[in-house]
């Protein structure tokens, strides 16, 4: 059983900063890409950012230049930096987690999400 905690979301004006952190515990063996998924009210889930274990990362359009993932993996930790907000970022962020676990097989865990809301 592998399980995602997640912190770091609130409430924040427009232009404001904001990190969110991950962190993966359990029954883990290794952990190959973590990630930050996002949902909007009346919205589908996307991927907002994700990163490989070797620290190769890939950002949504819409977030280009304004986020910036990072992670430690002597941690099994994820973080999402935030800059530049705006109101159409107002979502519920969910870590992603997928590795192998101790048992060795693969799984693929997510957390229970955390409140970003943009506003003024």
């Known amino acids: 059983q592998v399980q995602l905690v997640e912190s770091g979301g609130g409430l924040v004006q427009p232009g404001g900063s904001l990190r969110l952190s991950c962190a993966a515990s359990?029954?883990?063996?290794?952990?190959?890409?973590m990630g930050w998924y996002r949902q909007a009210p009346g919205k589908q889930r996307e991927l907002v950012a994700g990163i490989t274990s070797g620290n190769s990362a890939n950002y949504a359009d819409s977030v280009k230049g304004r986020f910036t993932i990072s992670r430690d993996n002597a941690k099994n930790t994820v973080f999402l930096q935030m800059n530049s907000l705006k109101s159409e970022d107002t979502a519920v962020y969910y870590c992603?987690?997928?590795?192998?676990?101790?048992?060795?097989?693969?799984?693929?865990?997510w957390g229970q999400g955390t409140l970003v809301t943009v506003s003024s």
């Open positions: 359990g029954s883990i063996f290794s952990i190959n890409a």
């Open positions: 992603n987690a997928v590795g192998i676990g101790a048992n060795m097989y693969r799984f693929d865990a």
